[in-house]
């Protein structure tokens, strides 16, 4: 465990300072400050990162239990305010695994981390010895009338494939289909026993070199049989695009033939590959245990109390990994250090400035989503509430206050009225909103809404956003370049206090809009995701 540096406690400083000097408005119930000396606990070196399942996550979890208590929030879980949840852990051993390409008889040895890192988000088997075949984005989507495996033959075979999709397809259904389950349902139905995904350089958010250096971190899966959603799915294997070049040996096509149009999105070929791919693996398992913190607040309308809107955010991070720059506690400040404190925040906020709620306010903050959105994932299919009885989720991760807001970015705005409501929240205190303008980054489904809605839940999630193509996005993408899942996501960073004040306050006037609305809220008739609710 490290020290704080001096530069860590002058940036506290500051940034303590810059809210004293704050001109927000006066009908702002926040001010950035309570907000920021919670992120400050959570995101502490004390933390070790909170891991799923590790002390630093239980040590944050009591925090937040404490906080909610202070504030009136009643245990709303199993046991008290926790909901257990069991995971089971995979490690792959390297020095008894490997990755090498046969062409002609002879094999080419890779280097697992440099040319590609094995899987065990998804089991691997033992051994695999298959062909390769390319299929573009690996998508087949019958509402699109789209099919990258038209005419391919896939049986037994590993399927090569660039992340992203085709400008033509509908941006929210072609990330819905980037799922790992959906995935997993294309590749079964066409014969494939798994995947090998070359990371498309127009979409990358975290450098090669820095995924790598973490690569030997334990993944997780629940631990519950009805969780399984990749049955018979032997490898998945993602592929160094700067060393993809060899996947293309002998097939009569280059790599920069299907990377230069994966960039702009464009349609690709689709091609038989004249190399096969031969892995052995040796996976170490354990069990872990950890917890979703559930909360409430109860509504005043006799009826309207029975029905709950969720906030969420998620509490755990990377916990300690390999060093960067002599730093190994990846701290997690604003992911999701920012979404958690602002659930204890406004909890806080309720109390001191307290409004008539109809509805109930469930504040739910979930575990093991860095494992891939596994806590909400748990809660969704057995909530400690009626399933019927949730109206709404209103997801916060990670909403980056790091420049002056000028516009909210809305991930579902347009799938549901409540995407209306968060607009009419923002407008309230001058601040315009728009959709995801980065769609290709498939945000919308890779954080925790997207388990309520695959249960039929209308949520969104909210970011302090950016304009294409202004400072503000440069800052963003800087900040996802030396930041993201990097120990430097710590409280050593610019933090923009009144435009987190204005972002608390739009959330908080959106739940109190759901919360007292005579309706529910209801999918948009054009929506995909209408289909989860009938």
């Known amino acids: 465990m490290r020290r704080f540096s001096c ?187 798994g995947m090998v995904t070359i990371s498309n350089p127009a979409l990358v958010e975290i450098p090669w070199p820095r995924i790598a250096l973490n690569r030997k971190h334990p993944s997780m899966d629940l631990d519950y049989p009805e969780f399984d959603e990749t049955a018979g799915e032997q490898l998945t294997v993602y592929f160094n695009s700067e060393h993809a070049e060899k996947l293309f040996a002998g097939s009569g096509h280059t790599l920069a033939e299907v990377i230069e149009p994966a960039k702009q999105h464009k349609a690709l070929p689709h091609f038989a590959l004249a190399v096969s791919l031969e892995a052995k693996t040796k996976v170490e398992t354990g069990e872990v245990e950890s917890a979703n913190v559930v909360g409430k607040l109860t509504g005043s309308d006799p009826v309207l109390k029975n029905e709950f809107v969720v906030l969420s955010a998620h509490l755990d991070h990377l916990g300690i990994g390999e060093p960067v720059n002599g730093d190994r506690i990846y701290n997690g400040a604003m992911d999701n250090g920012s979404g958690s404190a602002l659930l204890m925040d406004m909890a806080e906020s309720l109390k001191k400035d307290p409004v008539k709620l109809r509805r109930s306010v469930l504040f739910l903050l979930v575990t093991g989503e860095e494992k891939g959105l596994l806590g909400s994932k748990y809660f969704a299919a057995h909530p400690t509430v009626p399933m019927k009885s949730i109206v709404a989720d209103i997801n916060t991760d990670m909403y980056l206050p790091i420049f002056p807001l000028k516009v909210f970015t809305v991930y579902g705005l347009a799938e549901s009225d409540l995407g209306d409501r968060a607009r009419e929240a923002a407008q309230s205190i001058g601040v315009p909103v728009q959709p995801d303008p980065e769609p290709q980054h498939n945000v919308f489904i890779r954080s925790d809404q997207y388990n309520f809605i695959r249960h039929g839940v209308p949520s969104l999630m909210i970011d302090i956003g950016a304009y294409s193509g202004t400072p503000e996005m440069d800052a963003y993408h800087t900040w996802l370049k030396n930041r993201y899942h990097a120990p430097s996501d710590d409280l050593n960073q610019p933090i923009d206090l009144e435009a987190e004040a204005m972002y608390e306050e739009v959330i908080r006037r959106l739940l109190i809009s759901v919360a007292n609305d005579d309706h529910r809220p209801e999918w948009k008739a054009n929506s995909f995701f209408k289909r989860y609710a009938e």
Not at 69 to 97: C, H, T, Y
Not at 119 to 146: C, H, W
């Open 7 to 193: 530069a860590i406690l002058f940036a506290s400083i500051c940034v303590v300072v810059a809210a004293q000097q704050l001109s927000t408005p006066a009908n702002l119930h926040f001010n950035g400050r309570t907000w920021w000396e919670k992120v400050k606990v959570i995101a502490d070196d004390k933390m070790e990162g909170r891991d799923t399942g590790s002390r630093g996550e239980r040590a944050a979890q009591e925090y937040a239990i404490a906080e909610f208590q202070k504030a009136g929030v009643q245990p709303a879980g199993v046991n008290g305010f926790n909901q257990p949840v069991k995971f089971i852990s995979r490690r792959l051993v390297e020095s008894d695994s490997s990755l090498s390409l046969i062409s002609g008889g002879k094999r080419e040895p890779l280097t697992l981390g440099e040319d590609a890192i094995i899987s065990t988000r998804v089991m691997p088997a033992q051994y695999v010895k298959a062909d390769l075949v390319f299929a573009g984005y690996g998508l087949k989507i019958p509402e699109a009338n789209y099919d990258d495996f038209a005419g391919l033959d896939c049986k037994g075979k590993l399927v090569v494939i660039i992340s992203g999709s085709a400008s033509t397809i509908n941006e929210t259904v072609a990330s819905h289909h980037q799922t790992t389950a959906e995935r997993w349902k294309t590749l079964k139905s066409v014969g494939a026993i």
